[in-house]
């Protein structure tokens, strides 16, 4: 009898341990736990810790609520301005109602892929090149806007970041670009120098009215020229001249030949020889 009642014991024990071995279930911090009983979804979902549930009637699937990455392959798009490239993007996601990611899709990763890449080559259909490659910041927000309308509220699915990671353009493209900025710089370089330009004949109109006030201005500059270039050990040295000196001598000349013409008309004196008609005698300078 004994014997016997320490047999039922032992099996009661095997069947109590087995049952919790079947209802026992462990419930990660990161996770939420869904119990299906008899394939109807209970509404309580599971926090995370030990959690019970009934043997055979019921099963829990178990849902990460971790932000997931997925990586969204190249795609071929063309642009608003008939531009072929390859863009290739990253979509960040993570899910906020556990019971219809379940329920409501088969496969939310794959489903998540699929929608990032038509989202994409829609979005950049859209898009200008000259957009895509200065404000990528507009092209991720609306591409997450985009992503995240058919996932939010059916699958329950939260869209946090969309990031285009890269684009590729073809070479006849990039070599167009890149003339296009090498003119570019050479305009404003251009630009530059003129402004330079300008300013500098500013400076000099300035400074040369400030002098025009001060009759040995230019004397002193005169002669902090020649020291600037007698500074240098050079075997010639250049000394500038006065444009109005030239100008007086030229006048002079200019007066010489004025009376000697006259003087071969008859209409001034006349030297002891008779000279012949129509030349003209050139008086020496003045010194």
């Given at each position: 009898?004994?014997?016997?009642?320490?047999?039922?014991?032992?099996?009661?024990?095997?069947?109590?341990?087995?049952?919790?071995?079947?209802?026992?279930?462990?419930?990660?911090?990161?996770?939420?736990?869904?119990?299906?009983?008899?394939?109807?979804?209970?509404?309580?979902?599971?926090?995370?810790?030990?959690?019970?549930?009934?043997?055979?009637?019921?099963?829990?699937?178990?849902?990460?609520?971790?932000?997931?990455?997925?990586?969204?392959?190249?795609?071929?798009?063309?642009?608003?301005?008939?531009?072929?490239?390859?863009?290739?993007?990253?979509?960040?996601?993570?899910?906020?109602?556990?019971?219809?990611?379940?329920?409501?899709?088969l496969?939310?990763?794959?489903?998540?892929?699929?929608?990032?890449?038509?989202?994409m080559?829609?979005?950049?259909?859209?898009?200008?090149?000259?957009?895509?490659?200065s404000?990528?910041?507009?092209?991720?927000?609306?591409?997450?806007?985009?992503?995240?309308?058919?996932?939010?509220?059916?699958?329950?699915?939260?869209?946090?970041?969309?990031?285009?990671?890269?684009?590729?353009?073809?070479?006849?493209?990039?070599?167009s670009?890149?003339?296009?900025?090498?003119?570019?710089?050479?305009?404003?370089?251009?630009?530059?120098?003129?402004?330079?330009?300008?300013q500098?004949?500013?400076?000099?109109?300035?400074?040369?009215?400030?002098?025009?006030?001060?009759?040995?201005?230019?004397?002193?500059?005169?002669?902090?020229?020649?020291?600037?270039?007698?500074?240098?050990?050079?075997?010639?040295?250049?000394?500038?001249?006065?444009?109005?000196?030239?100008?007086?001598?030229?006048?002079?000349?200019?007066?010489?030949?004025?009376?000697?013409?006259?003087?071969?008309?008859?209409?001034?004196?006349?030297?002891?020889?008779?000279?012949?008609?129509?030349?003209?005698?050139?008086?020496?300078?003045?010194?």
């Amino acid at each position: 009898m004994t014997a016997a009642v320490i047999t039922i014991v032992v099996v009661l024990a095997v069947i109590v341990l087995i049952a919790l071995a079947l209802s026992v279930r462990m419930v990660q911090q990161y996770e939420r736990g869904i119990v299906f009983r008899f394939g109807r979804v209970l509404e309580a979902v599971r926090a995370p810790g030990l959690r019970l549930i009934v043997p055979v009637a019921d099963r829990m699937a178990k849902v990460s609520m971790q932000t997931t990455v997925v990586g969204v392959p190249p795609q071929g798009a063309i642009t608003r301005d008939n531009v072929t490239l390859t863009v290739d993007a990253v979509v960040y996601y993570r899910v906020v109602d556990p019971v219809k990611v379940l329920v409501n899709v088969l496969d939310y990763h794959a489903a998540v892929l699929q929608v990032a890449q038509t989202s994409m080559r829609s979005v950049i259909g859209r898009t200008d090149l000259d957009t895509l490659l200065s404000d990528r910041e507009r092209v991720n927000t609306e591409l997450k806007n985009v992503i995240d309308a058919p996932t939010e509220q059916p699958w329950g699915l939260l869209v946090e970041r969309v990031e285009v990671k890269d684009v590729a353009l073809p070479d006849a493209m990039k070599r167009s670009m890149s003339r296009q900025a090498e003119a570019e710089r050479e305009r404003r370089a251009r630009v530059i120098a003129a402004d330079a330009e300008y300013q500098a004949s500013r400076r000099l109109a300035d400074a040369s009215k400030t002098m025009s006030q001060t009759p040995g201005a230019f004397q002193l500059r005169l002669l902090q020229t020649v020291v600037e270039v007698a500074a240098e050990k050079n075997s010639t040295l250049v000394m500038p001249f006065p444009v109005e000196l030239l100008r007086f001598f030229d006048q002079i000349i200019q007066g010489g030949a004025t009376i000697a013409t006259a003087a071969g008309d008859g209409r001034g004196p006349r030297s002891g020889k008779d000279e012949p008609a129509g030349k003209v005698t050139q008086a020496p300078p003045a010194r």
